[in-house]
């Protein structure tokens, strides 16, 4: 089976287009294993919009969709939206051919979902830490979860205690999200194992550390963001570990510290994560996300 790797800020996936074939959980678990297979934080099926049978399949062809992103965790568990994920999959369709121009609906498992390209806000430098020459950047409308957001649970890990407040937002996939008070803190953290949050979530939880930086990211060249807000992020992601990236976990981010600061919050939000930088733009009943997405190697699964 022939698979495409690529990344959306270091997060990671294995992309295959297929209409049939579906990968187990163990066969999933095997590839993305980062010593014994090929290595990545997820792999993603392209499925044609008419081969899937799902409200939510079903509700994005008639919103135009032509393809379906079939999205697994690197456990093989499944997940109900990625925001990096959608990104690479969108650029994966336009350079192999599947589909073309600039914006198209994709359909996922919480209904379709609009990816345009654009440009970048940052520096395109080779050696920048937010772009490079062979980045495309893609703009995606993320529809929030029906959850209001929550001052309602506590997290934890090994070197990070006693348990701190945390906010849960619903990106259609859930997240915690913690504030910790700098940056020290937050680069010390040990997320080798998942954090512990209480109450205990019935279906998992993406867990967030943020700090509320000063001023704007470096390397900023887009004059409307001069006044954006900038965070920094770490993540554990369920069903896989701590990533470089996280594009829900990103705008959940962005959210939980829109929540906290009140209606003076800034609606646009520079997240660095580190993988790389992303921009996220609040809405009432979205959020929405701005990246790049880079295809890097094509392999065959034995």
Known sequence: MKLTKGHGTENDFLLYADDTVRLDPHAIAAACDRRTGIGADGVIRAASIGSVDTPEARAAEEAGAQWYMDYRNADGSPAEMCGNGVRVFTHFLRETGLQTGEKLVIGTAVGPVTVEMTASPFASVADSAHASDSATWYRVRLPRGPKPIADDAFAAVANLRPPRPAASVDMENPHTVVAVAQAAELEALDLRKPPEVQPVPPDGTNVEFIV?????????????????????????ERGVGETRACGTGACAAALAASHWAGSAAPREWLVTQPGGTVLVEVEDDYAVLSGPAVLTAETSLL
Do not use: F, N
């Open 212 to 236: 509320i930086e000063q001023g704007p990211a470096p390397e900023l060249t887009d004059p409307r963001l001069q006044k954006a807000g900038h965070l920094s992020m770490r993540v554990y």
